[in-house]
């Protein structure tokens, strides 16, 4: 598995007990590790070997982006790192993939400001063999680190769901619904109606192309 998977809206949300992330606008990046070799491919789409070398030809390829590779490697690798070596629930784990936002203050639907300070934020773990981290297993274990603000706790309900549009939960663009553990996580997002109209304003009538 080397890219996230599409994720459905909320049409599609199922009844259960659910922790929802803010979703953060920014460019979704992966990060590889080998228990061997450590942190050694990243990408988008594609996928480049983390070095030198690597980072230049991912800059030619991904013009604005030249940032996250230094980005990530300064706040996340090494405690990342150190997790996957020492906590007692990874030690199993050969290969893991580390998915991250990267955004600034001004990122909007995948730009970034040059100007802006970047950062790198963990979202989600997925373990070969395993599956992705579970909602409440990440919060617990990877909480410390640069994350996702937890949004809310509980059923998810179509109640909830409307108050995220409306924006009751202090969010830009929207949550991240989370549930289940390994092979049985789920996940949905849902946008706000105020995310929607930048989406009209900036795109017309490609607004679609960038929602649920």
Not at 116 to 121: F, G, T
């Amino acid at each position: 598995m080397l890219h996230y998977p599409k994720m459905p809206g909320s049409a599609a949300a199922p009844v259960g007990r659910c922790v929802a992330f803010e979703k953060l606008d920014g460019t979704n990046s992966h990060w590889c590790w080998d228990r061997d070799f450590g942190w050694h491919a990243f990408g988008t789409r594609r996928e480049f070997n983390l070095t030198a070398d690597g980072a230049a030809a991912f800059t030619v390829a991904h013009p604005g982006l030249d940032e996250a590779a230094p980005a990530f490697v300064a706040t996340l690798a090494d405690p990342l790192d150190h997790i996957l070596r020492t906590h007692p629930g990874y030690l199993a784990a050969q290969e893991v993939k580390a998915f991250a936002e990267f955004l600034g203050p001004r990122s909007f639907a995948g730009t970034h400001h040059p100007d802006d300070p970047k950062r790198v934020v963990l979202f989600d773990l997925w373990l070969a063999g395993q599956g992705f981290v579970g909602p409440e297993r990440f919060v617990a274990d990877f909480g410390h680190l640069p994350t996702p603000r937890v949004v809310y706790r509980g059923k998810l309900t179509g109640a909830f769901l409307e108050a995220v549009r409306e924006g009751r939960h202090g969010v830009a663009e929207g949550v991240v619904c989370k549930g289940g553990d390994g092979a049985t996580v789920w996940m949905v997002k849902v946008k706000t109606y105020a995310y929607q109209a930048r989406l009209r304003a900036a795109f017309g009538d490609r607004w679609g192309d960038f929602w649920e």
